[in-house]
């Protein structure tokens, strides 16, 4: 009953490849999150979705694509994978901002998703 | 939104009180703080989050100056696995996705 699940875990990959890192949560929120963890640790927000719909794009190259079937599904697909993109990926969620009755949201994270690109 | 200051590292005694102070002194009445907290290879925790009031939860204290300009967050009695990187945020709610802009935080070390 994982609240927030990311696959897969860990991901090796030539330069060059496609690849796609799936995230699913079952808390019912409305927001989705990408977030990349590089080698020096700081976490930079990538994408953020409302139900289904492109909310924040942080200046990520376009060879990075999200996508949002349903609001409890974010993927992230990325092509021709440069070393540079090595880093631990996380998803994330939340109650869509400003409906929480304490007027602040809070972010649930999946466990992340390491690739390495060789 | 505001910018935080925390120190790098701190090391605290098992079962002993850890406090982590954090300078937000360009914060705006609107803005929130949040603490995060991410313990190695896992993704980041929430732990707490206030506004002007003092904040208890399960896992911990919040204590905000009256000013608002410096918070501190208190774990009451550390343990091992409180060892972490903890992160303080300072964020205002808006409509358009919460963009939380994680700085580089402190990392708490509990020692046995």
């Known amino acids: 009953d994982t609240a927030v699940s990311q696959t897969p875990k860990y991901l090796v990959t030539q330069m060059g490849n496609d690849k796609s890192i799936k995230c699913e949560q079952n808390l019912g929120h409305d927001t989705m999150y990408w977030y990349k963890q590089d080698s020096k640790k700081f976490l930079k927000i990538m994408f953020s979705y409302n139900n289904k719909e492109l909310i924040i794009n942080e200046t990520v190259p376009n060879r990075f694509s999200p996508k949002s079937p349903d609001k409890a599904h974010l993927n992230l697909h990325i092509n021709s994978l440069e070393l540079g993109d090595s880093a631990v990926y996380f998803c994330?969620?939340?109650?869509?901002?400003?409906?929480?009755?304490?007027?602040?949201?809070?972010?649930?994270f999946g466990a992340g998703s390491r690739l390495t690109v060789l | 939104d505001a910018k935080t200051t925390q120190p790098t590292s701190m090391d605290c005694a098992e079962g002993r009180a850890a406090n982590l102070p954090c300078n937000h002194s360009?914060?705006?009445?609107?803005?929130?703080v949040y603490w995060y907290r991410q313990i190695h290879s896992q993704g980041p925790q929430y732990i707490i989050h206030g506004l002007k009031n003092n904040e208890t939860n399960e896992m911990a204290s919040l204590i905000i100056t009256e000013d608002r300009k410096s918070s501190t967050l208190i774990l009451p009695h550390a343990t091992l696995r409180d060892t972490a990187v903890y992160y303080c945020?300072?964020?205002?709610?808006?409509?358009?996705?919460?963009?939380?802009?994680f700085g580089p935080g402190t990392r708490l070390s509990v020692l046995p």
């Open positions: 360009t914060i705006s009445g609107n803005e929130y």
């Open positions: 994330a969620s939340s109650h869509q901002p400003g409906q929480a009755s304490s007027g602040a949201n809070v972010l649930t």
């Open positions: 945020i300072v964020k205002a709610v808006d409509n358009y996705g919460q963009n939380f802009v």
